[in-house]
């Protein structure tokens, strides 16, 4: 795919990794940009691993397989590095974003000698006191579109709160903490990424 981007999600079950995928690809299809959003289908009980993808680009998208050679891959559950090889075909110019409370150093060991960019995002810390609940779909979607680049924060968090004020129109409540949930895992990955910038200075 030619100056698009390809995202490969891992999540169980009933944590809203597919959700965040489609969520997503509306999104970015709301800035005028050409999207798929998909997951790949398998026994999809609570708990069980899944995956799901996302295309993104300026352009047409004429390719319909699944995602193997990845730009950016989210771990929404960090206990599928034990089971699952996420970095499997990611770039080496690409990222990976894990939902953990561990520092980068603590879980390279588990990525199989990737040598690309890994970012770590509390995203059941920011849920949970953004929503008072664990549901880190929404944090770890603002941190692909922060740490990807592939919609300007604003324009994110605008199209966003319309597509959350339609999903959740029964249960308007949660907006808001949805909305903070993004916000903040802005927040933290911008200051993340300036670190990084800085060190590499």
Same mark, same amino acid.
């Given at each position: 795919?030619?100056?698009?981007?390809?995202?490969?999600?891992?999540?169980?079950?009933?944590?809203?990794?597919? @959700?965040?995928?489609?969520?997503?690809?509306?999104?970015?299809?709301?800035?005028?940009?050409?999207?798929?959003?998909?997951?790949?289908?398998?026994?999809?009980?609570?708990?069980?691993?899944?995956?799901?993808?996302?295309?993104?680009?300026?352009?047409?998208?004429?390719?319909?397989?699944?995602?193997?050679?990845?730009?950016?891959?989210?771990?929404?559950?960090?206990?599928?590095?034990?089971?699952?090889?996420?970095?499997?075909?990611?770039?080496?110019?690409?990222?990976?974003?894990?939902?953990?409370?561990? @520092?980068?150093?603590?879980?390279?060991?588990?990525?199989?000698?990737?040598?690309?960019?890994?970012?770590?995002?509390?995203?059941?810390?920011?849920?949970?006191? @953004?929503?008072?609940?664990?549901?880190?779909?929404?944090?770890?979607?603002?941190?692909?579109?922060?740490?990807?680049?592939?919609?300007?924060?604003?324009?994110?968090?605008?199209?966003?709160?319309?597509?959350?004020?339609?999903?959740?129109?029964?249960?308007?409540?949660?907006?808001?903490?949805?909305?903070?949930?993004?916000?903040?895992?802005?927040?933290?990955?911008?200051?993340?990424?300036?670190?990084?910038?800085?060190?590499?200075?």
């Amino acid at each position: 795919m030619n100056n698009g981007l390809e995202i490969r999600w891992h999540g169980r079950g009933g944590q809203g990794a597919k @959700t965040a995928a489609l969520l997503l690809a509306d999104a970015a299809f709301k800035t005028g940009q050409y999207v798929q959003g998909f997951p790949e289908y398998g026994p999809e009980r609570m708990g069980a691993p899944i995956t799901a993808y996302n295309r993104i680009g300026k352009e047409p998208i004429r390719v319909h397989s699944n995602i193997y050679h990845p730009d950016l891959v989210m771990v929404v559950d960090e206990t599928l590095l034990y089971s699952v090889d996420v970095a499997a075909g990611l770039k080496e110019d690409g990222a990976m974003i894990i939902n953990t409370p561990k @520092t980068r150093k603590e879980i390279l060991p588990l990525l199989n000698g990737y040598k690309g960019s890994v970012y770590t995002v509390d995203a059941r810390r920011i849920s949970e006191e @953004t929503l008072g609940k664990n549901f880190p779909n929404s944090p770890m979607l603002a941190a692909a579109v922060a740490v990807s680049g592939v919609m300007e924060r604003e324009a994110f968090l605008k199209e966003m709160q319309g597509l959350y004020e339609h999903k959740f129109a029964k249960k308007p409540e949660v907006v808001a903490g949805n909305m903070q949930a993004l916000s903040k895992t802005f927040e933290v990955m911008e200051e993340v990424l300036k670190q990084e910038i800085r060190k590499s200075a």
